[in-house]
């Protein structure tokens, strides 16, 4: 059977991880030394154990296994952090960790924008639907709140959430968000979660004005409605 050309081109697993390493090595130079650190430092304890004991070849492949475990452990919180520190500062960082959960949850991104660059993304989940902001605290609030009532219209009786992130007061730090979204209350079952998600998708998103006077001639443009 031919593989498909998408399946050529992606990396193996291996190149995946070589680029993930370098990934924490720009990040932190420290990371990858800490991941193998961890690593030998399990085996050793396993094989001091097994020297004690007498059971030296059993805690020795117990070791070995154990080992490997850490360091993934390890590498994969590095390589989180690692992507927090690059997304940090960035437009649409917040949807980037959204998009990034696992589980039900429908992400929305940047269905209000302003011409200051302040967002605010749309998640549907279990929860109920949780309206993300980026942006300085006095200006999202007021583009929370009427989201909130657009999408209250079209939710009626399901939960609306609003969360602000940043690193503000009473905002809340993209490294904790995923976390602070799977501490909500479980509102909804899976049907639920697909149908409010589909009668949200038919409101316009909210399109910044440009800075300035308009060109000559020129048209803003206006929403698709689907």
């Not at 993930?20 to 420290?30: D, F, G, W």
């Not at 059971?55 to 070995?64: A, E, P, T």
């Not at 269905?111 to 549907?124: G, I, K, L, N, W």
Request: charged share 20%; net charge positive; hydrophobic share 45%.
């Amino acid at each position: 059977m031919a593989k498909k050309p998408e399946d050529s081109e992606r990396p193996g697993r291996i190149k995946q991880l070589r680029m993930i390493a370098q990934i924490i090595k720009q990040a932190n130079p420290k990371g990858m030394p800490i991941v193998y650190a961890s690593a030998l430092g399990t085996l050793a304890v396993c094989v001091v154990i097994g020297l004690v004991t007498g059971w030296i070849w059993y805690l020795l492949f117990i070791g070995i296994m154990l080992a490997m475990t850490v360091g993934l452990v390890v590498f994969g919180q590095l390589a989180q952090k690692a992507q927090y520190s690059m997304l940090h500062g960035q437009v649409g960082a917040a949807a980037a960790i959204l998009q990034g959960m696992r589980g039900n949850w429908q992400v929305t991104p940047a269905v209000a924008v302003t011409r200051d660059q302040d967002v605010v993304h749309r998640v549907v989940g279990y929860p109920g639907v949780i309206l993300v902001s980026e942006g300085p605290g006095n200006r999202v609030q007021k583009m929370l709140v009427a989201e909130k009532k657009r999408v209250q219209r079209i939710a009626l009786d399901v939960p609306v959430y609003d969360i602000q992130s940043g690193d503000g007061d009473g905002q809340v730090p993209l490294a904790k968000l995923q976390r602070h979204l799977m501490k909500l209350p479980r509102n909804l079952k899976k049907p639920a979660v697909y149908e409010i998600n589909n009668r949200l998708k038919a409101l316009p998103q909210t399109l910044p004005m440009p800075k300035g006077p308009l060109p000559r001639g020129a048209r803003m443009p206006r929403p698709k409605i689907r």
